[in-house]
């Protein structure tokens, strides 16, 4: 038995402004992104994550950064950011861990 004074919920079927914009036409369906626009945003995606290593001044950051294209066999990448690691001034010394994904690069 129901209790007095209290309405049982409702379930209403609201769709999502994207949703609804989409069923209306004005925004296009998605579509998977293609090989340029990938390599683009990992591009974008590099620049901007060297530039951060760059201005932290972090180790780590770089290793990172090293590791993850290494991973994915990005030699010309790996080898941008450890110049770019060297060339900081006043140095910032790479440690083992950098020499490492240098050697499995």
């Not at 626009?37 to 060297?50: E, Q």
């Amino acid at each position: 038995e129901p209790l007095i004074g209290v309405s049982s919920p409702r379930r209403v079927a609201v769709s999502s402004p994207p949703d609804r914009d989409r069923d209306r036409g004005l925004i296009a369906p998605t579509t998977p992104p293609t090989t340029c626009d990938v390599a683009f945003t990992m591009s974008n995606r590099f620049d901007a994550d060297l530039a951060a290593a760059l201005q932290r001044r972090n180790v780590k950051l770089f290793n990172s950064l090293l590791s993850r294209h290494a991973r994915f066999g990005e030699v010309e990448r790996v080898q941008k950011a450890f110049d770019a690691l060297c060339a900081l001034r006043p140095p910032l010394k790479p440690n083992e861990y950098t020499y490492g994904i240098l050697l499995n690069a």
